[in-house]
């Protein structure tokens, strides 16, 4: 089993849809969550890092369950340039020390 | 432009030879990072370092793969005797503490291993 996990899709949807794409981890020492993006045959970028309470970047929300350890990142009024592959990662650390760990990603297709 | 450079691009490979990766960190970036991207999977770490200190290998698949920094900036990966298993993209990775825990990547090395 990947210590983080995702549903791959791929996720199919029309403009201006809402979509949540979900993730669990299995170290339960992990300290720090996140988002990447990452084009077709383009690296991986920073989408957003999530909190414990929550957080919300424009049309983006995430959030976090430590509990369950289940991290969620949902998308309002789709946009096509959000046509991407979604990577959750978590970190053990909360410095820039050590690795970062990276699920295989969650497809979105945004139609016109 | 300021970014994480990686060269070459592209790599062909035959069977049995050896490779170099190149990585040129942002300026400043303490902590670097390997990570290896097959098709349609996610990026999986390989190596970390920090400054000249190469502080976890754990990823790195055999002892074919090795990894240097010699001087704290640039490094390299190199990989012996290559096998049809290593084609992937070769993700190097750089952060500093300044902005946070941030990943900046660059572009990727694609090695193909006829």
């Known amino acids: 089993r990947k210590e983080v996990e995702q549903d791959p899709g791929p996720f199919n949807v029309p403009e201006g849809a809402t979509v949540a794409f979900n993730c669990t981890y299995s170290n339960s020492a992990s300290q720090s969550f996140f988002w990447y993006r990452q084009d077709c045959r383009k690296e991986p970028k920073l989408l957003m890092s999530?909190?414990?309470s929550g957080n919300e970047d424009g049309r983006f929300t995430a959030q976090l369950n430590r509990a369950s350890q289940y991290i969620s990142l949902l998308i309002r009024d789709s946009k096509l340039s959000d046509s991407a592959t979604y990577l959750c990662v978590v970190k053990s650390h909360n410095t820039n020390a050590g690795k970062s760990t990276f699920g295989d990603g969650t497809t979105l297709t945004v139609k016109p | 432009g300021a970014g994480v450079s990686q060269s070459p691009r592209y790599k062909v490979a035959k069977r049995g030879q050896d490779v170099a990766l190149r990585c040129d960190p942002i300026s400043g970036h303490v902590s670097l990072f390997w990570y290896q991207q097959a098709l349609g999977q996610g990026p999986e770490f390989l190596t970390y370092?920090?400054?000249?200190?190469?502080?976890?290998k754990s990823g790195l698949p055999s002892d074919r793969f090795f990894a240097e920094r010699p001087e704290g900036s640039v490094s390299t990966l190199k990989i012996q005797r290559t096998q049809q298993e290593d084609s992937a993209v070769y993700l190097c990775?750089?952060?500093?503490?300044?902005?946070?825990?941030?990943?900046?990547f660059g572009e990727g090395s694609r090695l193909t291993v006829l």
């Open positions: 990775a750089s952060s500093t503490r300044d902005r946070g825990l941030e990943l900046f």
């Open positions: 370092f920090q400054n000249e200190a190469q502080l976890d």
């Open positions: 999530v909190y414990s």
